[in-house]
């Protein structure tokens, strides 16, 4: 079997922001307040944590406990967000997938770019929080933009992943909510990771998220850069992920009109 | 540039298992009862030529494989054996309107369907008043399109599709649903593309808009292709074997 398709001039940045920017548009109804109810979520999340962890139950001796708490879950729902909606980006959009070509690869693509959109406003959110509890100011801050684009792209490769067997396994769903909420306790998002027994520290080792969220406080609060096997140990595992993805996809995409 | 269609022995083959799923329980489950497989061709053997200028008409009993064949052409689904060749960007007419959201507004619609249909930003741009001009909506152009009757979505989308510029059409029954007026407008469209070169390829069961437009027809019957020819002599075949007349 050989195919030649030669299509020149199609524009996929355009068709990639077109589709991200009404996707967003789509999700918040054109309304600023649309924004402010996808804010409730995170924000009532941690509320409650924190009432329940510095009230009824006290970290010792973790520094600026609200902003450590508040990153980890912003970070970590942007993470289970876009890959929940990453996995069903192509069911939504099957009615395309069935009757016009492009690159099946946008789709996820900018699905996840969508929730990017709304991870940047989060961020001004928490910086609102982070100036209220007058944190200093490090320069150590500029790597967590670093982090927050290995975030993106670590989530872009678990979409894609996910989302080339979705359509084949719709079972998935409930498989990945269940391991969703695994992660959220088995990554420091409410505890600090001195409470936890030396022996399974293997688990945050292993774990990408943990090791982002890590970093991301770390250069915020602490004003603490991580060290450089850190760094080139989140790239490689980042990177992997990523190129995992796109492979896997690119090679189960040209069945996805027949799955759906 | 110039459209050019080629496929030499093609085929495409759906194996159909015994037991369907679409979820990993069963699949894991029922290993061995999921391997065994009913194979079926929905084109067999397809051999096809088209060149540039010319207006194709693929006619066939509904399953005769005219859809898929379209797909393959388009590169939505790819053939089992086979090789297919395509030059020249494509404009699917498939089914006009399908990357419409029913929230957005049709300007916001025209943005996001130019889009899919390959347009650059520049491109748009460039012929915004046009498409709405000619879809003769300009009046509800901020309406969010959910409002919009049948008729008037197709009018949105075929006026967005014909700007695509590509050297290829493909057209699958979509004129079915405008008024008189506004068919006999894509018509003249249809008309000029063939006269500026364009490779046009259209699927119909209007027997006299095929009769009217195209050089040469397909004949599909049961995912193999019986004849191509002349429209009258196809048509004829046609309707004989489906016993009209």
Redesign the interface.
């Known amino acids: 079997?050989?195919?030649?398709?030669?299509?020149?001039?199609?524009?996929n940045y355009?068709?990639i922001t077109?589709?991200t920017i009404?996707d967003f548009?789509?999700r918040y109804?054109h309304s600023i307040l649309g924004y402010l109810w996808s804010l409730l979520n995170p924000l009532l999340l941690f509320g409650v944590l924190y009432f329940v962890f510095s009230v009824f139950m006290r970290f010792g001796g973790i520094e600026h406990y609200q902003i450590y708490l508040l990153s980890g879950i912003i970070l970590w729902s942007f993470f289970s967000e876009t890959t929940s909606s990453g996995m069903m980006s192509l069911m939504t959009k099957s009615?395309?997938?069935?009757?016009?070509?492009?690159p099946r690869i946008i789709i996820p693509l900018s699905s996840t770019l969508t929730n990017t959109i709304t991870l940047l406003l989060n961020m001004v959110v928490l910086s609102v929080f982070v100036a209220v509890a007058k944190v200093d100011a490090h320069p150590t801050v500029f790597f967590a933009v670093i982090t927050l684009i290995e975030l993106v792209v670590l989530s872009m490769g678990v979409s894609l992943l996910l989302s080339s067997f979705y359509?084949?396994?719709?079972?998935?769903s409930h498989?990945w909510g269940v391991f969703l909420q695994l992660g959220f306790w088995a990554t420091p998002i409410i505890y600090p990771v001195d409470i936890v027994p030396a022996k399974f520290h293997i688990l945050f080792k292993i774990n990408p998220m943990a090791r982002l969220i890590h970093n991301f406080r770390m250069v915020l609060v602490m004003g603490e850069m991580p060290g450089y096997r850190n760094v080139f140990f989140n790239f490689i595992m980042v990177a992997m992920v990523f190129v995992c993805g796109i492979v896997v996809f690119q090679k189960r995409q040209?069945?996805f009109?027949?799955?759906l | 540039m110039n459209g050019i269609i080629e496929l030499d022995h093609v085929s495409k083959i759906?194996k159909i298992p015994h037991l369907k799923t679409?979820?990993?329980?069963t699949?894991l489950l029922h290993l061995r009862k999921m391997r065994k497989k009913e194979i079926f061709y929905a084109l067999k053997n397809i051999d096809l030529k088209i060149g540039p200028g010319q207006f194709i008409g693929i006619i066939g009993r509904n399953g005769s494989g005219k859809s898929t064949l379209l797909?393959i052409i388009?590169?939505?689904?790819?053939?089992?054996?086979?090789?297919?060749?395509?030059?020249?960007?494509?404009s699917?007419f498939?089914?006009l309107g399908?990357?419409f959201?029913p929230?957005?507004s049709a300007r916001?619609n025209i943005?996001?369907y130019s889009?899919?249909?390959?347009?650059?930003?520049k491109?748009i741009l460039d012929c915004y008043s046009d498409i709405i001009a000619f879809s003769e909506l300009e009046k509800f152009i901020d309406m969010p399109v959910k409002n919009f009757s049948s008729g008037m979505l197709v009018r949105l989308a075929f006026s967005v599709a014909i700007q695509s510029n590509a050297p290829i059409l493909l057209v699958d029954e979509v004129l079915a649903v405008g008024d008189a007026p506004f068919q006999e407008k894509c018509f003249n469209v249809f008309r000029d593309f063939k006269e500026n070169g364009k490779t046009i390829v259209f699927v119909s069961h209007d027997m006299d808009s095929v009769a009217n437009f195209c050089d040469r027809v397909f004949y599909l019957k049961k995912g193999e292709e019986m004849a191509a020819g002349k429209p009258e002599e196809m048509i004829n075949r046609y309707q004989k074997d489906i016993g009209v007349h």
């Open positions: 079997m050989r195919l030649k398709h030669n299509r020149p001039s199609h524009s355009y068709l077109q589709f009404t548009k789509l109804s009615s395309l997938l069935n009757k016009v070509y492009f359509l084949k396994f719709r079972d998935l498989i040209k069945y009109a027949e799955w | 759906y679409d979820n990993l329980k699949y797909k388009s590169n939505i689904i790819v053939p089992t054996t086979g090789e297919v060749t395509v030059r020249g960007k494509i699917p498939l089914e399908v990357g959201n929230e957005l916001e943005y996001l889009a899919i249909l390959g347009l650059t930003k491109q």
